[in-house]
């Protein structure tokens, strides 16, 4: 189960990609916006300002995230960004830290550059630290006992979940975008005890505590707590610099033909 207040702790720094992602989107004006995976709405927002005479659509397959979206007055629905299909006015669609929840994302990708008109943008960003000690750990942990049973079929990502930027700029040209690909890697300065842990408490964790009785979630945190300190030990002033790498995706639809590549 999502938690949006537990996800939104680190929300200065989650924000950060999302506005990056946005200053390479291209398009002044827009019909209709889309937000696939919209989460908590915080940022979808800031679409809604981005783009003020566009319809904003957002979608997100956590039912708490949808609910805790249109507390902040988003108009969103819950549903699998698998099954999304654009409609003929969109003109931009976003998805930030969403689709590496999805194995056949790149699919999507490709199949949604098909289908929505020539000038439309995509605007994709996705975490691409699932070789990072952060994850590790908790694989690790996740294959002793008493864990090993209740979490066998947590798709625990590795390298492979999110593939190279090349990966992605190659299957867009091919299929006629103009693309922006690149990665980054932030370093984060969080404050707090144990904040690695409270930050993947809100994302990477979500599948274990699903999987888990209050017992053994408690259980599985304490003893995940040393390991991610010493991964990721506390600098003298009390900050802990936490690196993470993001994948970034822009594409214009169409764009290659247009621009003579």
């Known amino acids: 189960m999502w938690d949006p207040d537990v996800y939104l702790a680190f929300a200065d ?12 989107v291209g398009p002044e004006r827009a019909r209709r916006v889309v937000d696939l ?10 679409l809604a300002k981005r783009w003020p005479t566009a319809v904003i659509e957002a979608i997100d397959s956590s039912s708490e995230m949808v609910a805790a979206a249109r507390e902040r007055g988003i108009d969103a ?15 931009v669609v976003i998805s930030n830290a969403a689709l590496h929840w999805v194995p056949e994302h790149a699919d999507l990708l490709v199949r949604w550059a098909t289908e929505l008109a ?15 000690p952060s994850h590790a750990v908790v694989r690790t942990l996740a294959r002793r006992e008493p864990y090993a049973k209740l979490l066998r079929d947590v798709p625990f990502r590795v390298g492979a ?9 190659n ?3 091919d299929a006629g975008c103009r693309v922006d690909v690149w990665e980054t890697t932030y370093l984060h300065q969080l404050t707090g005890a144990h904040p690695v842990l409270e930050w993947i408490t809100g994302t990477a964790l979500v599948p274990v505590r699903e999987r888990l009785g ?19 030990p506390a600098r003298a002033d009390g900050t802990t610099v936490f690196p993470f790498r993001r994948v970034f995706i822009v594409a214009e639809v169409g764009g290659a033909r247009r621009s003579g590549g």
């Open 13 to 24: 720094h989650r924000g950060r990609p999302f506005y990056d992602l946005l200053t390479r």
């Open 37 to 46: 995976g919209c989460g908590p709405g915080n940022l979808t927002a800031y």
């Open 77 to 91: 629905a819950a549903g699998d960004l698998r099954d999304w299909k654009p409609r003929p006015d969109t003109d």
């Open 118 to 132: 020539p000038g439309s943008w995509i605007g994709v960003q996705m975490p691409g630290n699932f070789e990072s």
């Open 161 to 169: 979940a999110v593939q190279a930027p090349t990966h992605y700029a």
């Open 171 to 173: 299957l867009l040209l």
């Open 214 to 232: 209050d017992g053994d979630w408690e259980r599985f945190r304490r003893e995940l707590t040393p390991l991610l300190d010493d991964a990721y």
